[in-house]
Nanobody
Framework: QVQLVEYGGGLVQAGGSRRLSCAASGRLFSTYDMGWFRQAPGKEREFVATISRSGADTYYADSVKGRFTVSRDNAKNTVYLQMNSLKPEDTAVYYC??????????????????WGQGTQVTVSS
């Protein structure tokens, strides 16, 4: 099971940008699909973005499409989430997650078996 640690969260003004990183342990990072999820207080964890093991395929929630970009560097065992044009409603704890690649995309948190501890992103209005 891959171990994940997110970092890069913080306070940002509306309209600003923030880049999150997720560092993974082990040598098998390239065999995992990676996802970003977020959870605001009182709400369920929701899908944000996912990227295939090779980085060839990416998918985004409608709420962030056009503003967020997910990428990965398998040589560095790292996945990134570039967040632009941030809105107050983007405020949440952001989680990195991993699942063994099965050849099909997943947006469901329950399909991801390894999770980081989360990093707080707060967008001020």
């Amino acid at each position: 099971q891959v171990q994940l640690v997110e970092y890069g969260g913080g306070l940002v003004q509306a309209g600003g940008s923030r880049r999150l990183s997720c560092a993974a342990s082990g040598r098998l990072f390239s065999t995992y699909d990676m996802g970003w999820f977020r959870q605001a207080p009182g709400k369920e964890r929701e899908f944000v973005a996912t990227i295939s093991r090779s980085g060839a395929d990416t998918y985004y929630a409608d709420s962030v499409k056009g503003r967020f970009t997910v990428s990965r560097d398998n040589a560095k065992n790292t996945v990134y989430l570039q967040m632009n044009s941030l809105k107050p409603e983007d405020t949440a704890v952001y989680y990195c997650a991993a699942r063994p690649a099965l050849g099909s995309v997943s947006f469901a948190p329950s399909d991801f078996r390894s999770w980081g501890q989360g990093t707080q992103v707060t967008v001020s209005s």
